[in-house]
């Protein structure tokens, strides 16, 4: 291990955690790279699906609102999100132990009120993990995902395969047409657009190239968030 993954790692360890969000298109391979960094910095890997399945399961009142979105397919509106989110991250351990925060904010709207609710050490730093849009749709067509557990695998010349993880089937979403897929990554290119100026004025975005192998692109993840958390955090008081 090197000094700088080992000062990273020390950082995790004895100070507060990091506080990260990565962003990136449907297909960028977002959610692989968030699970392997936030293991690799030691903090809770959180996206709004899993917060709403949660709440959901619990009976929250959070939970029974958002499952009249979910249930009918519906986007859950930007101030409910942040309600779920903020009622998981606004108690000060959480917001001490860290968080890695995977597709949110998807707004401008929501990128803010984050800041507002948490406060300025909402985040230390954003990610975008950016793939062209030619290089992500034969990787959405060729996406299944299982009924079972949820996770993704690609099978381009099947329509159901075995799940790797939990041996379910995994098979293509109904909204995952090639119309469909066309529609979700041009609203993500429109509602992003204006959340990553905002972010890049407040001088904490970082973009990636997430082209490549998925090791390749985590390697370059690492080369730009480690020595980044590296100065803020030898630089920076103790936050709450």
């Known amino acids: 291990m090197t000094d700088l993954l080992m000062q990273s790692a020390d950082v995790a360890r004895v100070g507060p955690g990091p506080r990260v969000i990565v962003l990136g298109r449907q297909g960028a391979g977002k959610g692989t790279q968030c699970a392997r960094l936030a293991t690799h910095l030691r903090v ?25 979105y979910v249930d009918r397919g519906a986007l859950v509106p930007d101030e409910l999100v942040l309600d779920v989110v903020a ?5 000060t351990e959480a917001r001490h132990a860290g968080y ?12 803010q009120a984050l800041f507002e609710v948490l406060g300025a050490a909402a985040a230390d730093l954003a990610v975008e993990i950016d793939v062209r849009t030619d290089d992500v749709l034969p990787r959405l067509s060729a996406r299944r995902v299982c009924r079972e557990c949820g996770a993704a695998t690609s099978a381009p010349d099947a329509e159901e395969v075995s799940c790797p993880q939990c041996g379910g089937i995994a098979a293509r979403r109904d909204d995952d047409t090639e119309e469909a897929i066309a529609r979700r990554l041009a609203l993500y290119d429109e509602q992003s657009a204006p ?25 370059r993840l690492r080369g730009v968030v480690e020595p980044r958390l590296a100065r803020l955090h030898a630089a920076a008081p103790e936050r709450s």
Request: glycine share 14%; no cysteine.
């Open 44 to 68: 809770p890997h959180i996206s709004t699906g899993d917060l709403f399945r949660a709440a959901i399961a619990a009976g929250t009142a959070l939970g029974e609102q958002a499952r009249s």
């Open 87 to 91: 009622a998981h991250l606004g108690g």
């Open 195 to 219: 959340l990553l100026v905002w972010l890049a004025d407040q001088g904490i975005l970082l973009t990636v190239d997430g082209t490549g192998a998925p090791d390749d692109v985590f390697d």
């Open 100 to 111: 890695l925060l995977d597709g949110f904010p998807r707004t401008l709207a929501q990128g």
